[in-house]
């Protein structure tokens, strides 16, 4: 009978356990605590205290508070109080020990000796980084690099000229396990969060995870560098441009990289923030380079692990990277190499029509009732803004410009010249999520969607079962 009635405790705990469990899991994604709720809670508990029930009325002047100046003051007073008698009483008992020390005899000598021999070996370890450049001036540096074409003008481009929308079918396509791609508009949220608030705050940069590293990938035509652009204009960062066809026959040898290296980051951490862009980044860790590639694109393989080691949570610099095919690569190199990848997909139809609306009204076009954006937005599936926008440069010239009031555009007119480029077919879009599932974020990305997968399994036969006990 006692194992009976074990038997039955244990089960009963089991399902107990099993419930606690489907609990926790109806709760969904827990998002970690974020480091800024507590500075906005202590702004806000010192107005609540201070200001918040304080009448102003008779204070035009905004005249000082004498009392709150006062509480200030004692608080600064006490702490340098209590340093100098924290420095008494240290000297208190240092002589207290020597007294002490004294009796026993000379056994304080010989723990001096093997302590200063210790003091000697961390200091050889703590080694700081050689100045390569420590006669010269940081105006001197950025004067040679602009000389070079390292450092390139930035043309203005916002934010919000990268148009995209929203996909709204993501949902009901994860409800059928099928995972939606990302659109232009969670491309857009990432790089502001990823790039342009942490390059732009230094408290948020040093607070936010740090990124030192990120790379931009896509079909040609998506926009990545008017991202990297865009993310130098947003947050006023310097354009240093280490793409292996510019850095060609400058700087040549290993010392000559180093010197190149050493010069830009000696630049970008004294006048932060800093951009380094690398385009094309998948030729750096290429299995094989063709003959015809005279750039040398390897020389920084080795270079770029130890300079994202000597980056700090201090420096606001950021390297990003930019390429259109990366399955080219090595996938641990270049992962190893960039922490973050951000995929640009083709746009969908919600952000082809805000993109095509936006492209006509931007190059001194009308939308009117003869242009049919949604049929435009439909037909033209596959193509990216970059051939959108060469269509619309192509038909909207001056003469076309100047005849809108009489002859009104028409969808056809911009249909004609993105005839002649090759859209982004289906299995290119496939080629670049079976590469993205090889990465180590695509296949956290991806355990995670078949843990959802497997959750819902068990809960729909954990229903079936129980409505089976029902009818019986």
Sequence with gaps: KKGKKEKEKKKKDKKGKKKGKGEEEDEGIVMAPSKFVPTIKEGFTSYAGVWQHRDETNNFMQKHDSEIVKEQKRVEIEKEVRLQ?????????????????????????????????????KGKKGKKEKDLTPDRTIESLYEELVQEGVIVRCPKIQLSDYVGEYSYLATTLRQNNIEPMPSLADVKRVITEHCILPLSCQAVHEQAPFIKSLMITGPRGVGKKMLVHAVCTETGSILFDLTPSNIANRYPGKAGLNMLLHMVFKVARHWPPGVVHIGDCERTWVKKIPKTDKADPKRVKKALPKIL?????????????TTKSPFD????????????????????????????????????????????????AKVTD?????????AVQQVLSERRIAQLHKRPLVASELIAPLSKIDPIYHEEEEEYKKWYG???????????????DDDGGKKGKGKGKGKKGKKK
Excluded at 89 to 95: D, G, H, Q, S, W
Excluded at 309 to 321: L, N, P
Excluded at 357 to 373: C, S
Excluded at 438 to 452: H, I, V, Y
């Design 85 to 121: 008698v924290d420095e008494l009483m240290r000297e208190e008992l240092k002589n207290l020990k020597l007294a002490v020390d004294r009796d026993k005899g000379g056994k304080k000598k010989k723990g001096k000796k093997k302590k200063g021999k210790k003091k000697g070996k």
């Design 309 to 321: 080691k000597t980056m700090k949570a201090e420096d606001r610099v950021m390297i990003i990277g």
């Design 329 to 376: 690569a090595e996938v641990k190199g270049l992962c190893a190499t960039y922490q973050r990848i951000i995929m640009i997909p083709r746009p969908d139809y919600a952000s082809r029509y805000v993109v095509w609306r936006n492209l006509v009204l931007r190059n001194g076009g009308r939308i009117t009732d003869m242009l049919d954006v949604s049929c435009l």
């Design 382 to 390: 596959g193509y990216t803004p970059g051939h959108m926008n060469t």
């Design 438 to 452: 090889k990465t180590p974020l695509g296949k956290k990305r991806a355990k995670a969607a078949k843990g959802d």
